[in-house]
């Protein structure tokens, strides 16, 4: 279906030098000084969660995979509200929403695709390493090793930025309707290709090719590894120590849930089920609540977040005390 107010294309429509005007929540007008706290309060305490998880980590001298796998967790998703809410907080801000730059809206998008898929397949690698220590105990050290999981880090990071640079250069290469209105916080692809004066759904086919790689693929993988480790776990007579090894799964298979759920809700779907106002409010989610959980699941579950928060808080006391 054509988007509106595609009568006649803006022949500028492709020039650099031309701005999209990103709507945010400007239908919220009496709420908006409410939801400019939340969204700050929300965006520090994040960024604390994370900076915490990050700087625990460094400071442990022997860090195994999964506190490195974390680590890079926390700087991915540290970037990933960096890059999408100082824009929205600017957006509560500004009446009649902010401008944003077309190279300005190529980039956010770029970076925002990349970094959510680097997460994707950094989900696999942290998968693929729960499996190691479930099913091959024995040979955890051996398989995990610094050098495979600093490749595997490396592999995740140029596998999301690849797909996210030739999904940004196929959206940003359409013709565009007069109106360059983005009904959203942000430049993301939905909001985006809903202005583009196209009859056909062959721009959705870059958005479905990306979707195939960095959502179906590495929810296969993880489906694959979790599928092993239930078959390993039923070979476990003891009752505790299935419990055991399943309780280290939790916190990864909660935030798998969590990542995956939203964006298949928002991006594995046709152009014509485009919906602002739902699509703002998942995103609004995806993009603010998620970032703030994952800290709180692993600082929780994951015993070995937790000696290591305990130990530099120890540290903290013992040089306050001296």
């Known amino acids: 279906?054509?988007?509106?107010?595609?009568?006649?294309?803006?022949?500028?429509?492709?020039?650099?030098?031309?701005?999209?005007?990103?709507?945010?929540?400007?239908?919220?007008?009496?709420?908006?000084?409410?939801?400019?706290?939340?969204?700050?309060?929300?965006?520090?305490?994040?960024?604390?969660?994370?900076?915490?998880?990050?700087?625990?980590?460094?400071?442990?001298?022997?860090?195994?995979?999964?506190?490195?796998?974390?680590?890079?967790?926390?700087?991915?998703?540290?970037?990933?509200?960096?890059?999408?809410?100082?824009?929205?907080?600017?957006?509560?801000?500004?009446?009649?929403?902010?401008?944003?730059?077309?190279?300005?809206c190529a980039a956010q998008m770029h970076l925002f695709v990349a970094l959510g898929g680097a997460e994707c397949?950094?989900?696999?690698?942290?998968?693929?390493?729960?499996?190691?220590?479930?099913?091959?105990?024995?040979?955890?050290?051996?398989?995990?090793?610094?050098?495979?999981?600093?490749r595997l880090a490396v592999a995740c990071c140029l596998g999301g930025f690849s797909v996210a640079l030739g999904l940004t250069v196929a959206v940003?290469?359409?013709?565009?309707?007069?109106?360059?209105?983005?009904?959203?916080?942000?430049?993301?692809?939905?909001?985006?290709?809903?202005?583009?004066?196209?009859?056909?759904?062959?721009?959705?086919?870059?958005?479905?090719?990306?979707?195939?790689?960095?959502?179906?693929?590495?929810?296969?993988?993880?489906?694959?590894?979790?599928?092993?480790i239930a078959a390993a776990l039923l070979h476990i007579t003891s009752s505790v120590g299935r419990g055991k090894a399943f309780s280290t799964c939790i916190s990864h298979l909660a935030i798998t849930l969590l990542h995956y759920g939203c964006a298949t809700f928002i991006y594995i779907r046709p152009k014509s089920s485009y919906s602002p106002t739902r699509d703002k409010m998942v995103s609004l989610v995806y993009t603010n609540i998620t970032p703030l959980l994952y800290p709180l699941i692993y600082s929780l579950r994951n015993k070995e977040i937790k000696g290591v928060l305990r130990k530099m808080l120890r540290k903290k006391k013992i040089a306050q005390l001296n």
Do not use: W
């Open 121 to 150: 397949f950094l989900l696999v690698a942290m998968s693929y390493d729960r499996y190691v220590a479930i099913c091959r105990p024995l040979h955890y050290a051996t398989v995990m090793s610094e050098g495979l999981c600093l």
């Open 172 to 228: 940003f290469r359409l013709p565009f309707c007069q109106s360059h209105r983005i009904n959203h916080f942000f430049c993301d692809v939905p909001a985006v290709l809903h202005l583009a004066c196209t009859q056909s759904y062959t721009p959705e086919l870059p958005l479905l090719a990306a979707c195939v790689l960095l959502l179906l693929l590495p929810f296969l993988l993880i489906l694959t590894s979790y599928v092993c």
């Open 1 to 104: 279906m054509p988007c509106e107010g595609c009568m006649e294309r803006d022949n500028k429509s492709t020039d650099p030098t031309m701005e999209f005007l990103l709507l945010g929540f400007s239908e919220l007008l009496c709420l908006r000084v409410l939801l400019f706290l939340i969204f700050l309060i929300v965006h520090l305490v994040t960024l604390a969660g994370n900076v915490m998880i990050f700087m625990a980590v460094v400071m442990e001298p022997s860090r195994p995979p999964m506190l490195f796998f974390l680590c890079q967790l926390s700087v991915i998703e540290l970037c990933y509200t960096l890059v999408i809410v100082p824009k929205a907080l600017l957006s509560l801000i500004l009446v009649d929403g902010s401008t944003i730059s077309f190279i300005g």
